[in-house]
C-alpha cells in the first residue's frame, strides 16, 4: 500500500486483524477481510456486519446567523442547499433523514446522498450531510459556493463512520448506545459514548436494518474495537459492502448514475421533489419533467442473468433479436441469490418486470430478463 | 507437478497434462463462484486464455501454461465451482491438454521452486 493513500482512523485496526487492503476513492481501504467476500456477505443478512465508511463525505452545514427560531432557520438552511438538489429538505421533521440527488444544471445526477434535519431544538439552522467518497471534493466545492455568505460547511471526513448492518444490528447497537432502539428508518440524533456526541443514524446501504455511526476518532476507534468484540459481528469489507447494495437495488454513483443520467432515467423519481420540480425550482426541470411525461429514452432496471458467467459493468444488453440496447452498469454473484444479478439501462419498452434479454460475457449471448428491484427484499424497521 | 509465476499448477501424465490454480491462486481469487471452461479440441498456445475463474467481485484469467490441445474439462465445475477453494490441486483442476511438446513442462518450475517464489511476492 503506498503511502499516497489516505487512511481512515480505522485503517490500522483493519490491517491489524488480516484486512486486504486495495485503493478506493484514494483512500486504502478493507476489500475483504479474512472470511472473504462470499462470507463477510452471508454474515450481514444472517446476523451483522460492521463497515468503515469513514472514506465518505460527512459534513455539517450551518447558518451563520441564526434567528433561534428553530422553524425558521430549518428553512432558511433548506433553502441553501435546496436549490443544487432533487429532493425537499424544508419539510424534513427534526430527526428526519431523506436520500437526495446533487444535481448538474442539466438535472444529470452528480452525486446522491444523505441529508438530515437536526433532532435537537438547539441544532435548528443545521444539515447534517453525507455525500460519497469518490465526488465529495466536487460535492463540497459546489455545496460551499451555494452557501457563500449564508451558511459555513464543516467537514467531519477526518472521523470515524460506521455501518452496522444486519439483522442483529439493532440489538447491537442499542446495547452500545440505547436511545438508538427508538430510531426509525432514516432518523437520526446525537447519542453520547464515552464521553463523545456521536451521531447515530437508522439507516444503511445493505437493504437490512441497520445504522451508521459518525464519532470522533478516539470514541470511534473504542466503538469499532467494541463491535468487533461482539460475537454477532464481524468485519465487513467493500467487496460485500457492493455484493449487498446490488442485491438491495441501491445504486452505486459513477457507476449506476453519472452526471449523464437524469433522475427519472436512474429510477429515482422518487428522490425529485414535485412541488419544487412544478415550479421549476430543480435544475433541469424541464427535462425532468419532460421525461416524467414519458419522453424517456432509458430507464435503469435490474437483471436476472439466468445462464452463464456473471455479466460485470460495461456488458452489453441485447434485445430477442440480438441487437444490443444498452450496458451493464454494475453486475456481479448475488450470494443471497445464488445466482448472477446486474443493473443497467435499457429502453423503456423494453423494462417491463420479465421482458426476455440477453447480456453479453466474453463475446456470448446469455439469457437473462428483467427483475424487480430490489433483488432480496429490504428490512428497514419504518416503526418502534 | 509443476507451477508457473501466473500459480496455475500442470501435472503430466505421458502426453496428457491436467491444469488447474494453486492453493495460494484459491486464497487470492477469493470464494468462486462460476469457471467458464474451454471447449474440448480448442487448441491453445502457451500463454491463451483457458479459463475464466470468477468471484463474487471479479473475474480472472487462467492461462495456458503450455500449448496442446484440450482433450477433457472439469464438468463438475458447473455445479460446483466452490471445489476450486476446497481442493485446488486435486478435484479443482480445470483441463486437460494433449500436449503440443511434452518437454516444454521442464521449464516450470518444480514445487520447492514454486515455494520459494511465493516467498518472494
Not at chain 1, 435546496?82 to 438535472?107: F, M, N, W
Not at chain 1, 449523464?260 to 419544487?276: D, N, Y
Not at chain 2, 479459463?51 to 490441445?69: H, I
Request: aromatic share 6%.
Amino acid at each position: 500500500m503506498t503511502d499516497a493513500l489516505k487512511r481512515t482512523v480505522l485503517s490500522a485496526a483493519h490491517e491489524a486483524v488480516g484486512a486486504r487492503m486495495v485503493e478506493f476513492a484514494g483512500y486504502a481501504m478493507p476489500v475483504q477481510y479474512r472470511d472473504g467476500v462470499l462470507k463477510e456477505h452471508l454474515w450481514t443478512r444472517a446476523r451483522a456486519g460492521a463497515f468503515d465508511v469513514s472514506h465518505m463525505g460527512p459534513a455539517f452545514l450551518r447558518l451563520n446567523e441564526r434567528s433561534g427560531d428553530g422553524d425558521g432557520d430549518h428553512r432558511s438552511i433548506a433553502a441553501v442547499i435546496e436549490p443544487l438538489i432533487s429532493g425537499d429538505v424544508a419539510s424534513l421533521k427534526p430527526g428526519q433523514i431523506r436520500y437526495t440527488l446533487l444535481l448538474g444544471e442539466d438535472g444529470g445526477i452528480l452525486d446522491d446522498l444523505m441529508i438530515a434535519r437536526p433532532l435537537r431544538e438547539s441544532g435548528q439552522g443545521m444539515l447534517y450531510i453525507v455525500v460519497n467518497a469518490g465526488t465529495k471534493e466536487a460535492d463540497f466545492a459546489l455545496i460551499e459556493a451555494a452557501a457563500t455568505g449564508k451558511a459555513t460547511l464543516a467537514r467531519a471526513d477526518d472521523r470515524a463512520l460506521i455501518a452496522v448492518q444486519g439483522p442483529d444490528a439493532a440489538a447491537v447497537v442499542s446495547d452500545i448506545f440505547p436511545e438508538a432502539a427508538e430510531l426509525v428508518f432514516m432518523s437520526h440524533r446525537r447519542i453520547d459514548h464515552v464521553g463523545e456526541s456521536c451521531v447515530v443514524a437508522r439507516s444503511g446501504y445493505t437493504g437490512e436494518d441497520g445504522y451508521e455511526i459518525l464519532a470522533r476518532a478516539p470514541a470511534g476507534v473504542e466503538l469499532w474495537d467494541r463491535l468487533l468484540k461482539d460475537e454477532r459481528v464481524k468485519p465487513i469489507g467493500l467487496g460485500a459492502r457492493d455484493s449487498l447494495r446490488l442485491e438491495a437495488g441501491l445504486p452505486l454513483n459513477g457507476h449506476d448514475i453519472d452526471p449523464t443520467v437524469s433522475p427519472i432515467e436512474a429510477g429515482l423519481g422518487f428522490a425529485v421533489a414535485k412541488p419544487r420540480l412544478k415550479a421549476g425550482a430543480v435544475r433541469g426541470a424541464a427535462r425532468i419533467a419532460r421525461e416524467l411525461g414519458g419522453a424517456l429514452a432509458r430507464r435503469r432496471v435490474g437483471l436476472r442473468v439466468r445462464e452463464g458467467a456473471p455479466a460485470r459493468e460495461g456488458a452489453e444488453i441485447a434485445d430477442p433479436s440480438g441487437a444490443v440496447i444498452g450496458r451493464v452498469t454494475s453486475g456481479g454473484y448475488a450470494p443471497s441469490l445464488s445466482a448472477p444479478i446486474a443493473m443497467g439501462y435499457v429502453p423503456p419498452e423494453l423494462a417491463a418486470a420479465g421482458s426476455p434479454l440477453s447480456v453479453i460475457v466474453r463475446g456470448k449471448a446469455q439469457a437473462a430478463e428483467v427483475a424487480t428491484m430490489p433483488f432480496v427484499p429490504h428490512r428497514y424497521v419504518r416503526a418502534v | 507437478m509443476r507451477f508457473t509465476k501466473d500459480h496455475e499448477w500442470i501435472e503430466v501424465d505421458g502426453d496428457v497434462a491436467t491444469i488447474g490454480v494453486t492453493a495460494y491462486a484459491a486464497e487470492q481469487l477469493g470464494d468462486v463462484v462460476f469457471v467458464e471452461l474451454p471447449e474440448v479440441g480448442k487448441a491453445v498456445k502457451t500463454g491463451d486464455g483457458l479459463a475464466v475463474v470468477e468471484s463474487v467481485k471479479a473475474a480472472s484469467d487462467v492461462y495456458a501454461p503450455v500449448a496442446g490441445e484440450v482433450v477433457a474439462v472439469n464438468g463438475a465445475l458447473a455445479d460446483e465451482p466452490e471445489t476450486v477453494n476446497a481442493e485446488p490441486e486435486a478435484a479443482g483442476w480445470f483441463a486437460r491438454l494433449k500436449l503440443a511438446d511434452p518437454t516444454a513442462v521442464e521449464g516450470l518450475m518444480d514445487r520447492p521452486a514454486y515455494e520459494a517464489f511465493l516467498q518472494t511476492l
